[in-house]
């Protein structure tokens, strides 16, 4: 069963990085792109290197869409569902993810 999980403070992940998390004894990567509150969750493990990564990859507009790109093999990864640009059969989880009280919940 899915429930909200409390993971930090908003202003503990800085504008335009990647933190990981252990959700649900899985690894998420939550992404605040922005200096706002927009978020993004994915699933933290690189699916073409099998590491833990996607967390510390570069965020990138590409096609007014926001992307991660592997810091390993540079695979580019859709924030909002996961999906990998160069292999979709290599796309990866995504998460609901919120603020509640000034706190980074997520969904898992």
Do not use: Y
Request: proline share 5%; hydrophobic share 40%.
């Amino acid at each position: 069963m899915s429930q909200w999980h409390n993971i930090c403070n908003l202003n503990d992940i800085l504008p335009a990085t990647g933190v990981c998390a252990w959700v649900n004894q899985q690894q998420v990567a939550i992404f605040r792109p922005r200096k706002d509150e927009q978020l993004f969750a994915i699933s933290n493990i690189d699916p073409f290197a099998d590491a833990s990564v996607l967390s510390r990859g570069i965020i990138a507009e590409h096609q007014q869409e926001l992307w991660v790109a592997s810091p390993l093999k540079k695979q580019r990864f859709r924030l909002r569902d996961g999906l990998c640009m160069e292999d979709e059969s290599h796309s990866v989880a995504h998460f609901p993810v919120r603020i509640n009280e000034g706190r980074v919940e997520v969904c898992a």
